[in-house]
């Protein structure tokens, strides 16, 4: 794979991630002092939640395939607030801007088709340079998706230094359940690594929520335990071609037409969509070239109990949350945004051809000095 992680790079750099997911709840903010291969050293983490009118005109752009006004607009305000985030967190950290080598903005994925190669991101890498005096990459999934992969996966390449780092015993999957769900395989060799996208995580559950409740997901899995999934739907569900499609794959959000449960009770369309997102999952080990020894969940997935009991049923194997491992499970895709960010200023690759599907490995981003 080409991932050769030696632990003694001659320099350490201070980066900060943004990462704010297809579930639009808001902007993590993570630092790490890392040399962009084997040293990974998390320092800080902040989450900054999204106003409700922010949230709305980014929602609003979903789907778009070019710019406009309204595209324009979001972007402006959405970099703006991330840059009020950035701030919040130094002051939180009691660090300056010169402290800062470096920060990777990943933006807000609007689209993500690769298939007729486009992956869109909002956020302007240059304004937020400018309005916080640092060094910014961010358009990290283009390139990619213009030499033929994905875009997505991207966080296996943190998830591969930090599984080297923690000493886990192979084969080991990492699973990310954000708004989309996605997969890191990690096998006994060294560069023994496959990543997908399995399905849809927790995007779906929330948006019935929010739309029928107006809570933004589903605390607990209240809904979600009280119903009853309906089966003949699941099949149809899982009967897409996605799910027979070899790896690497990559989704977007959208990709699914749920109006077939628009008119369940609330409870039977929550356990439905949950008991989807679990068995996608499962459908994503029957890919792995082994079986993992064990999982381990991240992203906001792992704190919805219907999903992750149903996984230990389903897996057959030990099936734990990253936070058992010491690490933050809220911070980890920012954190590998701001690893990301190191590789791209080594000129080091972030996608591979078994994680993206790209045809060698390739790195990613833009920089924009401050």
Request: charged residues 20%; negative net charge; aromatic residues 8%.
């Amino acid at each position: 794979m080409g991932m050769d992680l030696p632990t003694t790079f001659p320099r350490l750099y201070k980066a900060i991630g943004l990462m704010s997911g297809t579930s639009l709840d808001g902007v993590d903010v993570a630092l790490i002092e890392t040399d962009g291969q084997g040293v990974v050293v998390p320092l800080g983490f902040a989450y900054k939640e999204y106003p409700e009118d922010l949230r709305q005109s980014i929602r609003q752009c979903f789907g778009a395939r070019t710019g406009n006004d309204q595209t324009d607009q979001a972007e402006c305000d959405l970099t703006l607030f991330h840059a009020v985030a950035v701030r919040e967190f130094l002051t939180q950290e009691s660090l300056d801007k010169t402290d800062i080598d470096l920060i990777g903005f990943h933006g807000q994925t609007i689209t993500h088709d690769p298939g007729n190669g486009l992956t869109w991101q909002l956020g302007n890498g240059k304004l937020l340079a400018n309005e916080l005096g640092i060094d910014v990459v961010n358009d990290f999934r283009t390139n990619d998706v213009q030499q033929g992969g994905q875009g997505a996966p991207l966080i296996p390449v943190y998830h591969y230094a930090r599984a080297r780092v923690s000493n886990l015993k192979n084969p080991v999957a990492i699973l990310n359940i954000g708004g989309v769900s996605n997969v890191t395989w990690i096998g006994e060799d060294e560069d023994d690594i496959l990543a997908f996208d399995c399905g849809p995580g927790n995007a779906l559950i929330d948006d019935l929520i929010l739309k029928t409740t107006g809570e933004r997901f589903d605390r607990d899995a209240g809904w979600a335990r009280q119903g009853r999934a309906d089966q003949d739907v699941l099949a149809r569900w899982l009967a897409h071609p996605f799910f027979d499609a070899p790896a690497p794959k990559s989704l977007d959000r959208d990709a699914w037409d749920v109006t077939t449960i628009s008119n369940f009770p609330l409870m039977d369309a929550a356990a439905t969509l949950t008991e989807f997102t679990i068995r996608t999952i499962v459908r994503g080990a029957d890919l792995f070239p082994q079986p993992a020894k064990a999982w381990y969940v991240t992203g906001g997935g792992r704190m919805n109990p219907a999903i992750i009991d149903g996984l230990k049923n389903a897996l057959n194997t030990q099936v734990y949350k990253v936070d058992d491992l010491g690490w933050n499970g809220d911070a980890l895709e920012a954190e590998g945004f701001a690893y990301m960010a190191v590789r791209h200023r080594l000129d080091l690759p972030i996608s591979f051809p078994k994680t993206t599907g790209c045809t060698a490995p390739l790195t990613g981003g833009k920089l924009h000095k401050a």
